[in-house]
């Protein structure tokens, strides 16, 4: 059978990964090399340096290529390398549009780098398609978008917003970090290029930092792996490694997180001191007829608005147990964070609050434990912080 005939669950598990031809280890190995004996000058392998090639890197390249329906694939050091990595491929001038409702780290990369170099961005809201049309300019050369979003979980029409791309020959950008492929795979929504922190869901178990982009054009994966190999963000082999066996429960793992996610969020819904909550796969989300329709699930991020004030909001954050106080998501264990001071502290407050973000915003990474737990946990917390 054709890896492109597989179900996902099966190329999550075999994708990219074949015995070692020497001993038949079925597992990867980790190729702790920096280089590679050549049997004449310019006559080797195809490995020669390992900032340019390895091959364990290479395995989690054709791996998250092919989970992603994707013809390429490159392995970064960060998520935020990755995107990086994305936005040298511009020059100065030119311009860019992104959600309004973004990751801290990508928004910091945005307005207080690259626009030091004379790129130029349009934050809007890209769920709303009339705004986001409005928004490209002439020197519109890239369309970057989170569905779901960071921390609002705002999903953008991916196939809308490709098309408007596309008849203005702008690229379109998709971070999949918080669907992951098991969700939602861009490329055939119409996207140009996916990038992933594979630090989260991908890798699993909060033990590694790395990133990826995925692309089904030659001429885009070429201008990438220059750039990769003339700048060098390159994970190591056992981080390829840790990702690459992340891989293979990928499937299992969001089967849980997404119904232990719903579980939370149906019970914040219907919490007395709850005054909001953003999930798209409660029917209450508005945006949630799009996440049904681009989706395979709704995902295991649940984010919420408590009534009470900003301090209690804070102080909530430190009464779990389960739900474990960090920064990142994305790993079998529960964890909880206050965006506004932590994950999204580089954008402005003038500039969250405008975009939707409350100071008290609360985000969960819902976890693989025993669901029951994990609300007792929050029930708990409720009792503490507003006894």
Request: hydrophobic share 40%; net charge negative.
């Amino acid at each position: 059978m054709h890896d492109k005939d597989q179900a996902f669950a099966t190329k999550a598990v075999h994708a990219g990964t074949e015995p070692e031809p020497i001993t038949g280890a079925i597992m990867t190995p980790v190729f702790m090399t920096s280089t590679y004996v050549q049997k004449a000058p310019a006559e080797h392998t195809g490995y020669e340096y390992s900032r340019t090639g390895n091959p364990t890197r290479r395995a989690l390249a054709k791996a998250l290529a092919a989970l992603e329906n994707a013809d390429h694939g490159l392995c970064f050091a960060s998520g935020m390398s990755a995107t990086d990595t994305v936005l040298r491929t511009l020059k100065s001038g030119d311009h860019v549009i992104a959600g309004n409702d973004l990751y801290g780290g990508t928004y910091r990369l945005f307005t207080k780098v690259y626009q030091r170099f004379g790129l130029t961005f349009s934050f809007v809201d890209c769920t709303d398609l009339e705004a986001l049309e409005n928004a490209f300019q002439d020197n519109t050369k890239l369309l970057w978008l989170e569905s779901p979003t960071n921390p609002l979980l705002r999903i953008t029409d991916i196939k809308a917003a490709a098309a408007l791309a596309k008849k203005r020959d702008v690229l379109l950008a998709v971070d999949n970090t918080f669907a992951t492929p098991a969700l939602q795979q861009p490329l055939d929504l119409g996207a140009d290029i996916v990038v992933h922190s594979t630090t989260k869901y991908l890798g699993g178990h909060s033990d590694v930092v790395g990133g990826a982009v995925l692309t089904r054009s030659q001429k885009i994966f070429d201008e990438l792996a220059y750039l990769q190999n003339a700048v060098g963000a390159v994970p190591g082999p056992m981080d390829c490694f840790l990702v690459l066996r992340g891989l293979k429960t990928l499937s299992l793992r969001m089967e849980r997180h997404c119904a232990n996610a719903k579980r939370v969020a149906t019970f914040l819904a219907e919490h007395p001191k709850v005054d909001r909550v953003y999930y798209p796969g409660l029917e209450s989300h508005p945006n949630h007829e799009i996440a049904a329709k681009q989706m395979n699930d709704f995902g295991g991020m649940v984010s919420f608005e408590l009534k009470g004030t900003v301090e209690q909001g804070k102080v909530f954050c430190t009464k779990t147990k389960l739900f474990q106080l960090a920064e990142s998501l994305g790993g079998v264990e529960s964890l909880i964070e206050h965006p506004p001071t932590m994950t999204h502290g580089a954008i402005e407050p003038e500039v969250r609050r405008a975009a939707g973000l409350a100071d008290g915003l609360i985000r969960l990474s819902v976890g693989v434990e025993d669901c029951d737990d994990l609300i007792a946990d929050l029930t708990a917390a409720f009792e503490a912080c507003f006894a």
